[in-house]
């Protein structure tokens, strides 16, 4: 049991780094949030929209979904493979090297060194550094697979293979370019294949970082906090072959209208309308398991967490596929429904499974009972409600904006200026940077509790007067 | 489950599902690539200059992509208000894939804060206005959100960086000959990087023809139909507003200092004495290239945008008529604007 302490404390490594950057990256985005109301709070030339924006997302992305990502595939992989880490030693390693990391990514970002490809905006020193981290995790993943205890792979095994596999191929192809300094380069490709090329990456590292990892946490999480086993094991293998056979060929439908070839777009739409099937296999199969004994929705704190994940990652593979359809995106992209479909899937698919997971692993790893469960709830309220208010209300601006934007009178002339369009964002502007501060509060009573669920398993182990040990689940 | 089931087998797996995801990868992605459509050019398209392309890395750096997109889409109210519908040809109205061949990466983005740029050089030629606006853009724009960037002006261009660039897209295929490298020193003496920004957004949409048709001969003796029609006025001044003039000349057309001229003054283009209403028509009609026809150079890069396309000959003869009567009131007043 022991050999697990070294690794275990590797994985809560991961989650506090994970925690702390989470913080951050929701703290620039609320700052972000007000400069959009009042260009005043930009502060050149280091602290404006255009250098802060990328600071937020890659802030998330990498730090607290990828620092999530490391930590809890390592606590899944050695559960289900019923050994610890084959190279335990790299995994600390890998630890240190991802903090420091994130902090050159921030700085280089604040510096304006960037690609200009959404969510690949590093420039190539860091690429490297990502790369060489990615390797770290798959070094690791593969090598304790390898080795396992148990024969067969669950099902959270298959999409954290699925993912490390993906993931390494979108970024390497996404991330090619002529260096001509330290802190800038020319990507390879140009133009329309550019763009064709940035969005296979950008959607799909959407899919295989935020979609596939959250469902390895979601696989093995859900049954372990309820006590109730996936409902269908067959589902979960046509679900999990068809979304990562389908999510590839769907890129393009960030680029419907725009001058990339009709045939490319269309084949996307296909393929994104498709996606639902196996989006919402999971989905299904998530409802039914917890179907089997829905008292534990009262029961068991945890439940909820879940159930309220996988509920907004079924809403948000549907009204994702309505968007990629023409005749919904001529309307809505380029307007701000598209931040409230983001953060539909960021703040209610992705950060709830994250801090469920959290609350899960860090109580066992520590040898202990969550600190406050009356707080986890009041978490997942806020959470809650910060994120409706958020995507409700970037909803409605959107479609009002798009809808200023094509509105004509009967000769054909436009009834607004772009700037009638912008005014009437503000009040929606302001709605949106109150539901960011109640999520925002939301997170800090996250992280309160688990800091003080940790204090309380060291508290808890020295009054037993004996060297700390470890619980396995 | 079978012994021989591959969820035993994570070699097996893993190249089952690299062949999985490869599928979409390869059909969507490295297919097209290697297709003479994703490599188009549309002809006589020319690189960046230098000055324009240490715009464009400014542009990058300052992160301009995450607010303003830079493609305008077959849509036809997205067409009228990026003013394609100027342009001869009609494949010229919305952006067209051949226009970015050197574009290393798109620009295109993916949300609109504010407005797309992929037509500025033809919407706003100004480059006064947009020296006024990213020095402070709430100035011309009142309500914008957009940030100030002043301080670029206290950023010296530095040759060598620039040649670099050049240097670097040129082992991309971008056709930088070695005179264009060596000329670059001379280019960027004594400029700043918001001249180069200014540039770069000047820049945008040039390698397609989206002029409006121009106004060709200038009658001077030409009169104003509508000089004296009440109707008429009132309109010339909806026609004002809604085609955004204010946002350079000002509300009253009473101008803005270092953005654009006072047109309700005595001078016209920047000398005395003023000129009769068929000027007026001929510069809104053809924008600054009408200045060569009627003598008189103005400021050397005049920014004045075409409205022929959008704006029928009675239009401008009614915004025309407005500015006249415009005039009138302020000598009434005895304070003429401006001055």
């Known amino acids: 049991m022991n050999d697990y302490r070294y690794d275990y404390r590797t994985v809560q490594g991961f989650i506090l780094s994970a925690m702390f950057w989470g913080v951050v990256g929701i703290l620039l985005g609320l700052l972000i949030s007000v400069q959009l109301w009042a260009p005043a709070a930009n502060f050149a030339p280091y602290l404006t929209y255009g250098r802060l924006r990328p600071v937020h997302t890659n802030g998330l992305i990498f730090g607290l979904g990828v620092g999530a990502i490391f930590g809890l595939f390592y606590y899944i992989t050695m559960r289900l493979c019923k050994r610890p880490l084959l190279f335990p030693r790299l995994a600390r390693v890998q630890l240190w090297l991802f903090n420091a990391g994130i902090v050159a990514a921030a700085v280089s970002l604040l510096l304006g060194q960037t690609q200009s490809l959404e969510y690949a905006e590093l420039e190539w020193p860091l690429d490297l550094a990502i790369v060489v981290l990615w390797v770290m995790l798959a070094v690791n993943v593969f090598g304790t697979i390898l080795k396992r205890r148990e024969e067969q792979m669950y099902v959270s095994l298959w999409y954290i293979v699925a993912t490390v596999i993906t993931i390494a191929i979108l970024y390497v192809v996404n991330n090619l370019a002529v260096p001509v300094s330290l802190g800038k380069s020319y990507p390879l490709f140009a133009g329309v294949n550019s763009a064709n090329v940035q969005w296979w990456y950008g959607h799909n590292a959407v899919g295989f970082l935020l979609t596939t990892p959250i469902l390895a946490m979601f696989y093995y999480f859900l049954p372990k906090s309820t006590g109730l086993p996936i409902y269908s094991h067959r589902l979960s293998i046509v679900a999990f072959w068809s979304l990562i056979f389908a999510y590839l060929w769907t890129g393009a439908h960030h680029l419907v209208y725009t001058p990339l070839p009709d045939w490319i777009q269309t084949l996307a739409i296909v393929f994104t309308m498709f996606l639902i099937a196996p989006s919402w296999g999971s989905v299904v199969n998530g409802y039914y398991t917890v179907g089997q004994d829905w008292t534990r929705m009262r029961s ?164 037993a007067g004996s060297a700390p040990t470890t619980v396995a689940a | 489950m079978s012994e021989s089931s591959i969820y035993r087998k994570p070699v097996a797996f893993a190249a089952l599902a690299t062949v999985v995801v490869l599928a979409g990868t390869i059909a969507t992605m490295a297919y097209p690539m290697l297709r003479p459509e994703l490599h188009p050019k549309v002809e006589g398209l020319k690189p960046l200059s230098p000055l324009e392309l240490a715009g464009r890395d400014v542009y990058q750096r300052e992160g301009c992509v995450n607010c303003h997109t830079q493609t305008v ?122 001249d180069a920004l200014v540039a770069y957004t000047v820049s945008l949409g040039k390698a397609v023809n989206r002029a409006a048709a121009g106004g060709g001969e200038v009658d001077l003796e030409a009169p104003n139909p509508f000089a004296t029609d009440v109707a008429a006025i009132a309109k010339g001044k909806a026609l004002f507003d809604a085609n955004a003039c204010s946002a350079c000349h000002g509300d009253e057309a009473q101008g803005q200092e270092g953005v654009a001229p006072n047109l309700i003054d005595d001078r016209f283009l920047g000398a005395s004495p003023d000129l009769p209403d068929a000027a007026y028509f001929a510069m809104i009609k053809g924008g600054s290239d009408a200045k060569k026809a009627l003598g008189r150079p103005g400021v050397p890069d005049g920014g004045m945008a075409a409205f022929g396309g959008d704006l029928s000959d009675d239009d401008i003869w009614a915004i025309v008529a407005w500015l006249r009567n415009q005039k009138a009131h302020e000598a009434a007043e005895g304070h003429p604007g401006g001055h």
């Open chain 2, 73 to 194: 889409r077959p849509l036809k109210s997205e067409v009228v208000r990026y003013k394609g519908n100027r342009a001869p040809e009609p494949s010229g109205q919305y952006s067209l894939a051949g226009e970015f061949a050197y574009d290393h990466p798109f620009l295109w983005g993916s949300k609109r804060t504010g407005p797309d740029l992929a037509f500025e050089g033809w919407i706003k030629p100004s480059k006064d206005w947009h020296y006024a606006h990213f020095e402070d853009p709430q100035k011309v724009v009142p309500r914008s959100n957009m940030p100030k960037y002043a301080f670029l002006r206290r950023n010296a261009l530095e040759a060598a960086k620039v040649q670099a660039s050049m240097r670097g897209l040129r082992t991309l295929g971008v056709p930088y000959t070695d005179a264009d490298l060596a000329a670059v020193p001379a280019v960027v003496e004594g400029k700043t990087e918001l």
């Open chain 1, 300 to 463: 068991n704190y945890l439940t909820k967490f879940f159930i309220l994940g996988i509920t907004f990652y079924g809403l948000q593979t549907v009204q994702g596929p309505t968007q990629g359809l023409r005749v919904v995106s001529q309307l809505i992209h380029f307007t701000d429904w598209v931040p409230g479909h983001v953060h539909m899937g960021t703040m209610g698919w992705v950060t709830m499974i994250i801090c469920a997971s959290i609350y899960y692993v860090v109580p066992r790893i520590n040898g202990t009972e969550l600190y406050s469960e009356k707080l986890a709830n009041v978490h997942f309220w806020l959470v809650l409600v910060g994120q409706l208010l958020f995507s409700i209300t970037m909803w409605i601006t959107g479609i009002r904006q798009g809808w200023m934007w094509k509105a004509t009178d009967e000769a054909g002339k436009l009834e607004y200026t772009f700037m009638d369009g912008v005014i009437g964002n503000y009040p929606y502007w302001h709605t949106r940077t109150l539901a960011g501060i109640i999520f925002a509060a939301g997170m800090v009573v996250f992280v309160y509790n688990v800091l003080m669920t940790i204090r309380k398993g060291r508290a808890a182990q020295a009054a």
